[in-house]
């Protein structure tokens, strides 16, 4: 798993976040809805709190959320929404993907869609009317742990990805040299790991060396 940004153990309750809150500036704070979400934003932060979590900032989902989080680099990030959640969602796909991290969204709304749009851009919790102080670590601690076997799984897909990659190129300088100098397999494979040990390099980089010289020979 890629580390958090600032080296934080990803089990430590001491993890630095960041709480985005949906709610559009200038609202009127008699209005019920406001309140209601204020009241939410409040229980959250106590949550927080208690649990000894490391409240970094709490800021808008504005059109400035990506800059804001690029510069905070917290290691995870909780989003606070009544309801719709679209606009923050979008702002998740280009910061989930320059830097993986976990993401909780607490919400009021069940809509099967923001769900399915949650699941895209990487949200590792999605909690519909249960934002209670006592059950905001428990679900923070499954978050982290869903979100550690995932980055586990995309890791292990990428190191086997490279692999087969780099197999492909060293059958293709293989292939090359046994044209070349009309060598059997296992000669031209020797003959690459010869040079490997000569010139302190991994087999790979010779392959991609002679690949190269191949390419400017034509």
């Known amino acids: 798993m890629k580390p958090p940004p600032n080296g934080t153990p990803s089990s430590s309750p001491g993890l630095r976040i960041v709480v985005v809150n949906t709610l559009p500036p200038q609202q009127d704070e008699h209005d019920v809805g406001v309140q209601e979400q204020l009241a939410r934003s409040r229980t959250l932060r106590i949550g927080l709190l208690e649990a000894g979590y490391n409240i970094v900032a709490s800021i808008p989902g504005d059109i400035y959320l ?34 993986p991290r976990p993401i909780v969204l607490f919400t009021e709304d069940g809509n099967p869609s923001q769900l399915a749009a949650a699941m895209r851009v990487g949200v590792s919790a999605y909690v519909v009317a249960g934002l209670q102080s006592e059950r905001i670590k428990p679900v923070l601690d499954v978050a982290i742990a869903r979100f550690e076997a995932e980055q586990k799984l995309r890791n292990e897909l990428s190191d086997t990805k490279a692999r087969l990659a780099e197999r492909k190129t060293i059958e293709r300088a ?4 046994m044209e070349r100098h009309q060598l059997s397999e296992n000669e031209a494979y020797q003959r690459l790991r010869k040079q490997a040990m000569e010139k302190n390099l991994k087999l790979i980089q010779v392959a991609e060396r002679i690949l190269d010289i191949a390419d400017l020979l034509g």
Do not use: C, F, N
């Open 174 to 177: 293989k292939g090359y040299l």
């Open 66 to 99: 990506i800059d804001r989080i690029a510069q905070l680099q917290p290691d995870m990030i909780i989003i606070d929404a009544e309801s719709d959640a679209r606009d923050v969602l979008e702002h998740m796909v280009v910061i989930t993907s320059e830097a």
